[in-house]
């Protein structure tokens, strides 16, 4: 027998359902907006090293963003490699080399588990999402990739950097997501309408 519906998985279906129903032309003005936004941010313009992630089932498409950056900076996009750990790891995009599937159907770097970035070498992760509130609190599709990924920044004494920045719709906002223990805040996120949390914008 299959195990009833949570709320939090009937949130997630809601929200997937709506960003799937958005008209194509709403979703690319709404990244086009968002990557603009993005790029307004101190962070932003100080990174070097910034991870980014291939828009899936859809979600926020920053291609825009990371396909037309200036040349210092150094793009990377999550690896998912098999096994049971689920674990999450960074590898350098290269428009010139081969991209594979992993086992979820997401096009990643096709590398080798030894030339993967230390995610504590990254400044800052775009990272997409489900839905999010004014507190920094992120809900993904559950499987926990980015949360062990950088569980260091977890805690009292946890380093400042790489910056968790969420990226998403404006109607992916809720009230309240109350975090799980292994939850780790973002810094901040960026829509189409807002950017929330400690990002500073600076001026042109």
């Not at 096709?110 to 839905?131: G, K, Y």
């Not at 499987?143 to 990924?149: L, Q, V």
């Not at 799980?180 to 189409?192: N, R, Y």
Request: proline share 7%; hydrophobic share 45%.
């Amino acid at each position: 027998m299959e195990s009833p519906l949570t709320n939090l998985d009937l949130l997630r279906k809601r929200l997937c359902r709506e960003r799937l129903r958005m008209p194509s032309a709403a979703r690319a003005a709404a990244a086009a907006t968002t990557a603009e936004r993005v790029r307004r941010l101190d962070i932003y313009r100080q990174a070097r090293h910034v991870a980014v992630y291939i828009a899936v089932r859809g979600e926020l498409d920053l291609a825009c963003l990371w396909s037309h950056a200036p040349a210092e900076k150094h793009w990377y996009l999550p690896v998912v490699h098999p096994g049971a750990d689920r674990t999450m790891q960074f590898a350098l995009h290269d428009p010139a080399k081969a991209m594979r599937k992993n086992r979820f159907g997401i096009l990643e770097p096709d590398v080798s588990q030894t030339a993967v970035l230390d995610p504590r070498e990254l400044d800052m992760v775009l990272a997409p999402l489900v839905a999010f509130d004014g507190s920094g609190h992120r809900i993904g599709m559950g499987a926990g990739f980015y949360d062990r990924a950088f569980s260091f920044l977890r805690g009292a004494g946890a380093p400042r950097r790489p910056l968790l920045v969420g990226v998403g719709y404006e109607f992916q906002r809720i009230d309240n997501i109350e975090p799980a223990p292994w939850d780790v805040p973002l810094a901040g996120v960026v829509t189409e309408q807002a950017t929330y949390g400690n990002l500073k914008e600076g001026n042109e």
